[in-house]
């Protein structure tokens, strides 16, 4: 089967994959931003007004005295980071998206900031953003925090402050702790950025690779049916998908080899219907011409039988020639009787058969009666093909007695004898030597038809004055 790029991408696997790479990447950014929009909520309660301001004032009181007594910016610097460390690095900003300590501390949205009446001021980290720095220093000069609030001016629309003043010994003096949060969209972003950096190549595998299991699972099969079906559309519809999976895709198959029972049936009817058809034109035409035409030629040949009545020699040949004719109008009208009989797949083997014996035997003194075994009935009733090649061959026996036998009775039966089926065809009539058969009694074509079936065989008893009795002889086909 030829895979072109047009084939390969609209194939299961593409769609398998896309699709579930769709779906872990949705739920994946689902489940971030539900993670972070809590991780918001719980650390904006961590750092309310009056949580923020309670630890600040419990760790600034230690630091307090050493940040009086430091001579020097670094002094300072450093007692601000052991502050710092102190009140945000205790679980405070622990797992949280996009503020989390080691980032915010980085990126200069977490700071202190220290000033004195002798002038001293510094601040930790050294480097501050903008927003934040303005926001301590205006703290700083108030001397009161600001609560965290989402609605308070800002410098940008995505981020959030929260700040509080420690009180110290010296009311001149501010210590200032604060923190430039992101809003929960702002961080959303950030931690997607940075869990997708990881995420994503985990995700192309374990999506690819179940994608290839997907599509390996259900590519033998489809491709199997896709066979299948191409034999149906040549015409070939013998052949089914005959899969045996209890899911969707196995009760789909299931449904088109039904479809394809049902549409080999309405074929086979329409079949003999159209072979039926055949028959009946042929038989009519028969009947309207070449019947007729014979007719018209034994009526002659009896007006020249008399014409040459003096003469003995032309005499005898129109007799001879009279003969042939009534023996090609018999012919004929076996031939018609034929064309024009239903069929086994109309009737049945059973009733096909006494109808064309009660046909053909019309307006004779012959008894017959026909027996054949319900099992044997049974399983002619698939096999069309060998149940006609059965009434063929009776009828042709039945021919045969009313022909030459000058019988008074005629019995046809068929029974299944060990693993073969019998057809057997008696009559009581005048009986033959089997060695001296004439070639008009139709023998020829009982044994070709015969032989035409499973280990098919043909035997003829006959004696004269004891009547005939031919028996075929058969194996039925496996099923």
């Avoid at 599509?215 to 070939?236: C, K, P, S, Y």
């Avoid at 005959?242 to 895709?249: I, L, Q, R, S, V």
């Avoid at 219907?273 to 040949?301: N, Y």
């Avoid at 014409?307 to 007799?319: R, V, Y």
Wanted: net charge negative; with cysteine; hydrophobic share 40%.
């Amino acid at each position: 089967m030829l895979f072109t790029p047009k084939r390969w991408l609209g194939g299961l696997f593409i769609k398998f994959f896309v699709s579930l790479f769709v779906i872990s990447g949705s739920s994946t950014v689902a489940i971030i931003g539900f993670g972070t929009w809590n991780s918001q909520v719980e650390l904006k309660e961590a750092l309310s007004e009056d949580k923020l301001h309670d630890r600040v004032a419990v760790e600034g009181r230690v630091v307090a005295e050493l940040l009086q007594a430091a001579a020097t910016p670094e002094r300072c610097q450093a007692l601000l980071e052991l502050l710092v460390h102190r009140v945000f690095d205790s679980g405070v900003l622990t797992g949280k998206a996009g503020n989390s300590f080691s980032q915010s501390l980085g990126e200069g949205r977490l700071a202190a900031l220290y000033r004195n009446e002798q002038g001293l001021q510094c601040h930790y980290p050294a480097k501050l953003t903008e927003p934040l720095q303005a926001r301590l220093q205006t703290v700083s000069r108030q001397g009161k925090s600001i609560k965290v609030e989402s609605d308070e001016p800002r410098t940008t629309s995505d981020i959030w402050f929260s700040t509080a003043v420690a009180q110290l010994p010296q009311e001149a003096d501010r210590l200032v702790l604060g923190m430039e949060g992101f809003d929960p969209w702002k961080a959303f972003w950030a931690d997607t950025s940075r869990q997708f950096g990881w995420l994503w190549p985990y995700m192309l595998i374990s999506n690819c690779c179940t994608a290839l299991l997907l599509a390996f699972f259900l590519l033998n099969r489809i491709r199997h049916a896709e066979q299948v079906a191409n034999t149906w559309a040549q015409g070939q519809l013998d052949m089914r998908i005959n899969d045996e999976g209890h899911d969707e895709f196995g009760r789909l198959a299931q449904r088109f080899d039904h479809m394809a029972d049902a549409v080999a049936g309405v074929i086979e009817v329409k079949q003999a219907i159209a072979a039926q058809d055949e028959r009946s034109r042929l038989a009519r035409e028969l009947h309207d011409t070449a019947k007729q035409r014979c007719f018209a030629l034994g009526l002659q040949l009896s007006l020249l039988r008399r014409l040459c009545s003096t003469h003995p020699e032309q005499s005898k040949l129109a007799n001879s020639s009279l003969k042939l004719v009534e023996h090609l109008q018999r012919d004929m009208r076996d031939v018609i009787h034929r064309l024009s009989a239903p069929t086994v797949a109309e009737l049945g083997l059973d009733s096909a058969l006494k109808q064309n014996l009660a046909n053909l035997l019309e307006g004779s003194t012959i008894e017959w009666s026909v027996d054949i075994q319900e099992e044997v009935m049974h399983r002619l009733q698939e096999e069309d093909a060998v149940a006609t090649e059965l009434l063929l061959i009776a009828s042709e026996g039945a021919t045969n007695t009313l022909r030459h036998a000058n019988a008074s009775h005629l019995w046809i039966s068929l029974v299944r004898q060990g693993e073969r089926f019998v057809l057997k065809i008696e009559d009581d009539g005048q009986g033959f030597h089997p060695g001296h058969t004439s070639s008009g009694m139709g023998l020829g074509n009982m044994r070709q038809r015969a032989h035409w079936l499973l280990e098919g065989r043909i035997d003829i008893h006959s004696e004269p004055g004891q009547g005939t009795t031919v028996e075929v002889s058969f194996k039925p086909t496996e099923g």
